[in-house]
């Protein structure tokens, strides 16, 4: 359910997109990251640092492209995204007793040290990447085909990557399985 709500501004940017135009859809998501805010505020009395980070880009980068009527500054956000999240988890290399990718998932597996600051290191590459590639499609290709690939392209290269990630991990996980000894 948490996953869903996270993804609904996207979604409801797309359906909004295929049905008006990129004006509206920006009004649509602006409302959208909005009523985000509001309901994780009200449920757990707090906004999370990604989805504040998130919202106040959007305000900003969705105002800037309505007040300007200028579609450039929405297709920048994901790109500013991206590129502020690879520079707080390189910072985090550097600062601070974890790099972020171990605070996210430190409860659940026990890494060493290094492999801790390889993983986040794979995610910066991830980010700067992904923000890149962002930007490449955003002036390369039709608003249309920016539009989908913002929803399924960069959706999906995130997936993909998350995935790659999970097997190289179970390749430096300690095999936990203990054999039952046969009498």
């Known amino acids: 359910m948490q996953l869903l709500l996270e993804f609904l501004p996207i979604a409801l940017f797309f359906v909004a997109y295929k049905f008006a135009d990129l004006f509206v859809a920006t009004g649509v998501m602006i409302v959208a990251v909005v009523a ?42 994901p790109t500013i995204l991206y590129w502020l999240l690879a520079v707080a988890f390189l910072g985090s290399q550097f600062v601070g007793e974890q790099p972020f990718i171990q605070r996210m ?36 290709y039709e608003e249309a085909t920016w539009v989908n690939f913002k929803l399924f392209g960069l959706m999906g290269l995130t997936f993909v990557f998350a995935i790659a990630q999970t097997v190289w991990l179970s390749s430096k996980l300690p095999d936990d399985t203990s054999k039952d000894s046969q009498a």
């Open 36 to 77: 985000q805010a509001v309901i994780q505020w009200i449920r757990h009395r707090k906004i999370s640092p990604m989805m504040l980070t998130s919202a106040i880009l959007v305000l900003i980068f969705g105002s800037l492209t309505l007040l300007l009527h200028d579609a450039t500054f929405i297709k920048w956000k």
């Open 105 to 140: 998932l430190g409860e659940s597996m026990q890494l060493e040290r290094a492999l801790w600051k390889r993983l986040n290191l794979m995610w910066v590459a991830f980010f700067v990447f992904a923000g890149a590639l962002n930007l490449y499609v955003a002036h390369r």
